[in-house]
């Protein structure tokens, strides 16, 4: 496997791209107060990015990867510690691609 030098410069491109961005925000918003409903839409955006970016492979994949992401969207919105609800939905995942063969 050979890592050629245009791939290198556009994965090194795209990873300062992404950490400037990051950067811009903190300093952006270090002299801005934020609260009301600006802090609440903030607050909503993680989630609405995650879904946006895992509903497509949920609906793209099979029955069993569907249904695991409703158990771990269930052990989610039940405030199941972070660590509990990734293994949760890896362990039904793995059960129903055993049960669930197609």
């Given at each position: ?18 950490y ?51 158990i ?12 509990v609800?990734i ?16």
């Open positions: 496997m050979t890592l050629h030098l245009s791939t290198f410069l556009a994965i090194l491109g795209m990873a300062l791209a992404t400037a961005t990051r950067i811009a925000g903190l300093f952006l918003m270090r002299y801005v107060t934020v609260k009301g409903r600006t802090k609440a839409a903030f607050d909503a955006l993680p989630p609405a990015i995650l879904m946006a970016v895992i509903a497509p492979t949920i609906i793209a994949t099979g029955i069993a990867e569907t249904l695991a992401a409703a771990t969207a269930v052990a989610a919105f039940l405030r199941l510690p972070m660590i609800t293994l949760i939905g890896m362990v039904s995942v793995v059960l129903l691609r055993m049960i669930i063969k197609v």
